[in-house]
Structures are given as C-alpha cells and as structure tokens.
C-alpha cells in the first residue's frame, strides 16, 4: 500500500535498542544534574540548602504519591512545610530543633494519613527528612564540609556507574532477585570497588591523612548506598509500580536518583557527629 510503513525487519533487536536509549537519556541527565550539585556544594550558604530542599520535596511527594495516592494534599502541604521550616532552622544554625521539625511533622503526616498507612507516610517525612538534614550537617562543617560533600558524591556515583556497567559486563548470581532482579553480586563488588578508589583519590587529592581509615569509610558508604537501592527497589515494588515518578528522564524521579545517596549521606553524617559533633561531622567522617 502507498505510504505503509515497512515491515520490521527479522530479528531487529528492539530491547537492546530500548537499553541503548535509557543509557543516553541516564548519561544526559547525570551529565546535567552533578555539575549542579556540585556547583551548590561549592557555592554552599542559601543555595546549598535550597537545593537539598527541592530535592527533599521531591521525595516527599513521590513517596506521598506512592503510598497515599492523590488527593491527599493536606499530607504533601504538611510535610512540606515541615521541610521549609527545618530548612530554615538549620540554616540559621540551629542543630537539634530541625531534627525535632522534622519528627513532629512526620507524626502529623502519620495522624492524617490514610488507614493502614499511618506508618508508611511518617516514615516517608522522615526518609526525605533525612536525606536534606544529613547533606546540611555534613556541609556545615567549616573544616572539611566541602571535602565531606565531594567525598561522598564520589562514593555514591562511583558505586551507581560501576555497579550497572560491572552487573551489565559480568553477570552472574543476582544480588536480591525477589526485589531487585536486574541487579548481581558482581555489580555490587564492582561498584563497591571503584567506590574505595575514587574516595581514597579524593582524600589523597584534599591532604588527608591515614587513607586506609577513609578506604573503609568509602566501604562502608558504598555498601550502604547499595543498601538504600535496594530499600527503595522494595518500597516500589511492594506499591505496584517502577519508577517513583518521571521527572528525571533515565531514572525515573528524586527517589530514584537519590535513593543510594540518601542512604548514604545518613549514615555518614550520623557517623561523623557521633565522632565529633553535629558542627564537625565533615571532620568525624574524613578525619584519622
């Protein structure tokens, strides 16, 4: 028939070509994405915290979407406003009371929550919670905030890069097929590898001392941004659906982009302020 299209040709191979172009649309992204992030590290002060602020919003709503579903706006405006305000009290330095912000709004989410879902909605206040709290804590010290920031960045992107192209390369006994199926135990020990490396290069570029200590802390941060993807890959998967939302193209929404990181930058601030306070935590976390 004039103008029908051509037939598709014998074994065209449609998903590797659906691969190719979720890999571009990742690279595209991330390529855009962390020279901001950075640039908001380095230019700290309101713009840091802003930007940490936006994307823990976006966390909040994708998780109030995902576990409240729509029309359920009193939540997203609760807990948003709960954000801003610890936000801005953690801004102006105050160190405690943005935490007690943040757990009183995560217990009003919980009250006017759904039923069944009481907990699931505080819980997500607290996760984007967490995620904006953290960055700002480690940021926050004047010695080595910035260093702790690029550290970190380091880690979780190292780990996220080489865990897909290891996992991709090798194969292998996947690591938790019920809830992540695409992911394998050679992609975890590739990312957790190349994570070592790239925060032992940082430190030794910044003038750090003892770099086996920061070698381990690099370890551990790995292991949990792994950790915290695959948290994020159970709470989807238990709601029904693959992406948080489509905000980013290539990786779905904030709590897919930063679910690695969220749970990394936690234990990171957490560890450094146990070691030498919520003002030093760059210094607990980098400092042997």
Not at 116 to 128: E, Q, T
Not at 198 to 211: D, M
Request: no cysteine; aromatic share 10%; hydrophobic share 55%.
């Amino acid at each position: 028939m004039p103008g029908a299209e051509p037939a598709p040709v014998a074994g065209n191979k449609g998903p590797m070509n659906a691969l190719s172009g979720e890999l571009v649309s990742r690279v595209l992204s991330a390529a855009l994405l962390a020279p901001i992030a950075v640039a908001a590290v380095y230019l700290d002060g309101i713009f840091f915290a802003a930007f940490w602020l936006i994307a823990a919003i976006g966390i909040w709503w994708e998780w109030n979407g995902l576990v409240s579903g729509p029309g359920h706006q009193i939540l997203l405006a609760l807990g948003t406003g709960g954000l801003i305000l610890a936000m801005s009290l953690a801004y102006i330095g105050r160190t405690r009371t943005p935490m007690l912000i943040v757990a009183l709004s995560a217990l009003g989410t919980g009250v006017f929550a759904p039923s069944a879902r009481h907990v699931w909605a505080a819980g997500g206040l607290l996760y984007a919670g967490a995620v904006l709290l953290s960055s700002l804590a480690l940021r926050r010290d004047p010695e080595l905030g910035f260093e702790a920031m690029i550290f970190l960045f380091a880690v979780v992107w190292t780990t996220d890069i080489l865990a897909y192209f290891s996992g991709k390369a090798i194969g292998g006994p996947k690591l938790a097929p019920a809830i992540s199926p695409h992911k394998t135990w050679a992609g975890a020990v590739g990312g957790a590898a190349g994570a070592v490396i790239a925060g032992v290069a940082v430190a030794k570029f910044a003038g750090l001392e003892n770099l086996a200590a920061i070698g381990v802390i690099a370890l551990a941060l790995s292991i949990s941004a792994q950790l915290g993807d695959l948290f994020e890959s159970a709470i989807k998967r238990r709601f029904g659906v693959k992406d948080a939302s489509h905000l980013i193209p290539g990786h779905g929404g904030f709590m897919d982009r930063l679910d690695g990181y969220a749970a990394a930058a936690t234990v990171a601030a957490i560890f450094g302020s146990l070691r030498d306070g919520l003002d030093a935590a760059g210094q607990g976390l980098l400092q042997w």
